[in-house]
């Protein structure tokens, strides 16, 4: 696929630039985390929001690939010890809940599902793109319970379209308020859900599924 020859709709709406969006840091090097009670989302929402507000942004972004010390607060992430999940396979825009989520690129509605669970994507839509005789998949997860309400599989949705919001805690999977924002080539048999995460052991098999969602993002920040 030609990224640079395909129009996208901005998923939120505006172009994710450096004037309204902040790269945001949750791997081990960042040390605000060490002395972070992650599990009380209230104090996590406190920082991330804080984070925003200091560096004068609407948006906070990152996390595609990125080796994160923030799944501790969950045992979504700890299936087993040799395989703790800690590589981010999307990437998460951290704004406020309510935000508008807009669809990117014509396709349908693949599956959707409330993936319940502190930890978890909560409400979460997956979007089913034909691109020639390829198909290419997208996932929105931490969403407003209400967005799955009306929706249908199969439903054809069209670029710039309004798909849902950003979620609020706990709804949302208990999270401050993101987007988890994902592309996937192969579902593998998956429905309403995806992996966002893996283990290192397993990053050569997800980096060959789940493209860098910036391809369709263009956020200049990443």
């Not at 920082?47 to 690939?65: A, D, F, M």
């Not at 087993?80 to 590589?87: L, M």
Request: net charge negative.
């Amino acid at each position: 696929m030609n990224w640079n020859m395909t129009d996208f709709f901005p998923v939120m709406g505006e172009k994710l630039s450096s004037e309204n969006t902040f790269k945001m840091d949750f791997s081990p090097t960042n040390r605000d985390l060490e002395s972070l009670d992650l599990a009380d989302t209230n104090i996590f929402d406190a920082y991330v929001t804080q984070q925003i507000k200091n560096s004068g942004s609407k948006y906070g972004i990152g996390g595609y690939l990125e080796h994160r010390a923030i799944y501790r607060r969950s045992l979504v992430f700890a299936t087993a010890a040799a395989d703790f999940r800690n590589i981010h396979l999307g990437i998460d825009i951290w704004t406020d809940a309510g935000a508008p989520i807009f669809v990117p690129l014509d396709g349908r509605i693949h599956s959707f599902q409330d993936n319940a669970g502190f930890g978890n994507y909560g409400a979460t839509i997956i979007l089913e793109h034909e691109l020639g005789e390829k198909k290419l998949y997208s996932l929105y997860g931490h969403l407003f319970l209400s967005d799955l309400e009306g929706i249908e599989i199969g439903q054809e949705v069209r670029s710039g379209d309004l798909l849902a919001h950003v979620g609020p805690f706990p709804e949302n999977g208990d999270w401050p308020p993101h987007l988890h924002f994902q592309l996937m080539w192969d579902l593998m048999g998956n429905f309403g859900d995806f992996p966002g995460v893996c283990s290192k052991r397993e990053v050569e098999k997800y980096v060959a599924i789940c493209p860098d969602p910036n391809l369709m993002l263009r956020s200049e920040v990443l």
